[in-house]
């Protein structure tokens, strides 16, 4: 008996989070049914609440492997005709718990040609860094992990009128600035001229983390310094401790103060006034979960902070705070509110097909032209052939690289209006031609003299080396995914420039051009 005619996703693990993307694909109509694959254990009850959704299930005994159950409940319920599972078990047994799946799917009888794309619900990121090279491995498998405070942080910064990257610098007409200044402007020039984001972070817990992870590739605008970021929450110095346990070089990343205490405590709010007046903040992001003391704590400072300044405050129920909501927005049009989880706990939101699509062109973009630029012999090999045979820190570094090209583009912009261009399509088909032709070394002789050339391909150099410390990674001669180590991690761009990775030089700069 084939219990599917039609095709189906599966839905792995029963919880909150998993019946409430449940629901929401039923209720947006989708052509393929579900399928939830549950562990033994699962009561009758919890059966028949997905059971009135109009969900179909199954269990599987995850203890015992390949046994004869579990191979014929795959072939009874299909497994093979699969092409999305949504994994929301909980680490680290979800990770075994998919590659049974995965070795159901090979036994069985049909061929299974194409590859599944693979959704995993991850809390802890170490965890994931630590296992994801064995999960690798699984070639029918193209994972990609997902964390739900990540794809609430990810829909923040990605709304068109919240700036996180603002500064004084990028605000200002730059169309003069070449006649004021010379034609000798140099990297220094471009990163005085631009200045850094100062971001505001109130609480480090579960949305503050992913915030802050966020900021670091989505405020790059400066190749020479750091973002500032002031942390608020109580005990944060333990909790930052233990954070740069997992992340070793975070130092490299970020310029952070820490400011230890509660929002609602007068000696505190004073800490925040003095470092505002100091330094103005650019940002200021609420992370914690009481969105009401965030609204009345902004009440408070608002005149002071939050007048003329990007805010975003955090809340996982908007429609329980509406009328709070609506009075603060009176006093503060400039404030987003964000953080339902409705927003996020859908198909469209955990598949993120846009950005997918995006960084596999990227991808294909990037190896063709290093391929001609090192006149490597083509390759007739197809952009999902491609994709698949990244490991998942590659496909991770090429989601971040396409994120932040929208960062990327205010700066070519402002750099066209400085040259006098009408484009940054103009800008860099000029930039292109400029290239085109040469040696790879002529070509970097050229990146080098050109600065805002240079000062573009140095912010890549840098949001490139920021990824991978994100990830926990050091400089090391040997380069070694598995033990979190990149020869390439050289922080100094001049001693960048005069290494022997001199040549790595052009692959920032291709994405650069890959911006249009």
């Given amino acids: 008996i084939t219990h599917f005619s039609k095709e189906h996703i599966i839905v792995m693990g029963y919880n909150d989070y998993s019946l409430s993307f ?38 599987i005994d995850y203890m015992s492997g390949l046994n004869d159950e579990n191979i014929r409940i795959s072939s009874e319920y299909n497994f093979t005709s699969v092409d999305t599972i949504i994994c929301f078990e909980d680490e680290p047994k979800n990770y075994g718990y998919l590659k049974l799946i995965s070795e159901l799917i090979d036994k069985s009888k049909k061929k299974k040609d194409k590859t599944v794309n693979v959704y995993v619900n ?6 994931r860094n630590i296992v994801q090279h064995k999960m690798d491995e699984i070639k029918i498998f193209d994972i990609k992990y997902f964390n739900i405070y990540d794809l ?29 200044r010379g034609e000798n402007f140099s990297l220094d020039d471009f990163s005085n001229l631009i200045g850094t984001p100062n971001i505001l972070l109130i609480g480090f817990k579960d949305c503050g983390k992913s915030l802050f992870e966020l900021a670091i590739n989505q405020t790059l605008v400066n190749a020479k310094e750091n973002v500032k970021i002031t942390i608020v929450d109580r005990k944060i110095s333990n909790i930052i401790e233990e954070y740069k346990a997992t992340i070793r070089e975070l130092k490299k990343v970020a310029n952070i103060e820490l400011i230890d205490g ?16 100091k330094a103005p903040f650019t940002a200021v992001l609420f992370s914690t979960k009481n969105c009401t003391e965030s609204l009345i704590f902004m009440d408070l400072l608002g005149e002071e902070i939050f007048k003329n300044v990007n805010t975003a405050v955090f809340c996982e129920n908007i429609w329980e705070n ?9 006093k503060y049009p400039n404030i987003t509110v964000f953080g339902e989880l409705i927003d996020v706990l859908n198909f469209e939101a955990i598949t993120n097909e846009p950005l997918e699509i995006k960084a596999k062109e990227f991808n294909a973009y990037y190896k063709e032209i290093s391929g001609k630029i090192m006149n490597s012999p083509e390759e007739d090999i197809s952009i999902e052939e491609q994709w698949n045979s990244l490991s998942n820190i590659k496909k991770d570094s090429s989601r971040s690289q396409c994120m932040h090209q929208n960062v990327k583009e205010v700066l070519l912009a402002k750099i066209a209006q400085m040259e006098g261009f009408s484009s940054v399509e103009e800008l860099l088909d000029r930039w292109k031609a400029m290239i085109n032709s040469v040696s790879v070394k002529e070509q970097i002789n050229i990146i080098e003299k050109n600065s805002a050339m240079n000062y573009m391909s140095a912010l890549e150099h840098k949001r490139w080396s920021s990824f991978y410390y994100m990830k926990n990674f050091v400089y090391s ?21 005069h290494s022997d990775k001199r040549e790595e030089v052009i692959y920032d700069f291709i994405s650069v051009l890959s911006v249009k």
Avoid: A
Wanted: glycine share 0%; net charge neutral.
């Fill in 22 to 59: 449940m629901r929401n694909y039923i209720s947006l109509k989708n052509k393929k049914k579900i399928l939830c694959v549950l562990p033994e254990r699962i009561t009758e009850k919890d059966i028949d609440i997905l059971n009135r959704l109009d969900v179909m299930t199954c269990t």
């Fill in 152 to 180: 609430i942080s990810y829909n923040l910064i990605n709304l068109k009128n919240f700036k996180l990257y603002e500064t004084s610098g990028l605000k200002k007409d730059w169309s003069q600035i070449k006649e004021e």
């Fill in 322 to 330: 509406k009328p709070l909501i609506e009075s603060i927005l009176l």
């Fill in 122 to 127: 991850t809390v802890n990121k170490y965890i």
């Fill in 477 to 497: 001669e040997k380069k070694d995914e598995v033990n979190c180590t990149h020869n390439s991690l050289i922080d100094d761009w001049d001693e960048f420039l």
């Fill in 262 to 277: 509660d929002i609602n405590h007068i000696s505190t709010q004073n800490k925040i006034r003095e470092n505002h007046k």
